[in-house]
Every structure is written in C-alpha cells, then in structure tokens.
C-alpha cells in the first residue's frame, strides 16, 4: 500500500497518487488505474457484495445490522468490524486495503 496520507477536514485518506489529486481534493481521470479485490484462492475478481459476502461468509464474517445505512461485516473471533458503502459503485480502494488487512493471505489488491 503505497501513497500520502491525508488529513482535511477532520478526515484521514489515503491518496494513492498524490500527482493527480487536484487542489480541492476531487481526482483527475488520467493516469489514475482502476483497483479491482481480487479473492487469490480462486484468483476472482470480487465484482459485487454478493460475491464478497459468500467468501467473507466461508472465512466465518457475519453480517452485522447495526447500522442499516453501511453493509458492515464481524467475525465473532476478533474485534474485527469491515464497513462497506451500501452502493458497490462506492466501494474504493479504501475499503479493498480494509478488507486485505483483515484477512491476509486470502485477497489481495491489484491495478487494472
């Protein structure tokens, strides 16, 4: 996971590539590349939370309900919480690294 950390507006993110960030902190579409969460046992690209939900499912992550506005997964195991955006079409990068983090070995980032 490379890139700068910042802070704006009581906010910490992670820009992955700080040359196309523009001044007021929305992004440039050139030059930036598409990350996909790619599950590495079966190489498969995650390409929806119904697809996400079996695999974390099969690694024993619930669902948790207590926020109905995030789709939010717990593994009774941890103290482990994976909070998602409602919307695939938000899920980020951001949210990709989360999800690595909490299951090393099992997926895995790349570019596209």
């Known amino acids: 996971m490379s890139g700068v950390w910042v802070f704006k507006n009581g906010v910490v993110r992670l820009v992955e590539n700080p ?6 902190g929305g992004r440039q579409s050139s030059n930036t590349r598409r990350k996909v969460l790619v599950h590495t046992p079966s190489n ?7 697809v996400l939900e079996h695999k974390l499912w099969s690694l024993g992550w619930e669902r948790y309900y207590e926020d109905p506005s995030l789709l939010q997964f717990h593994k009774r195991s941890t103290v482990h919480l994976i909070s998602l955006p409602k919307d695939f079409n938000k899920f980020k990068s951001i949210h990709m690294y989360d999800i690595v983090v909490k299951n090393r070995n099992v997926f895995e980032v790349r570019d596209v």
């Open 19 to 24: 040359a196309a960030e523009s001044l007021d």
């Open 44 to 50: 498969e690209v995650i390409t929806s939370y119904a």
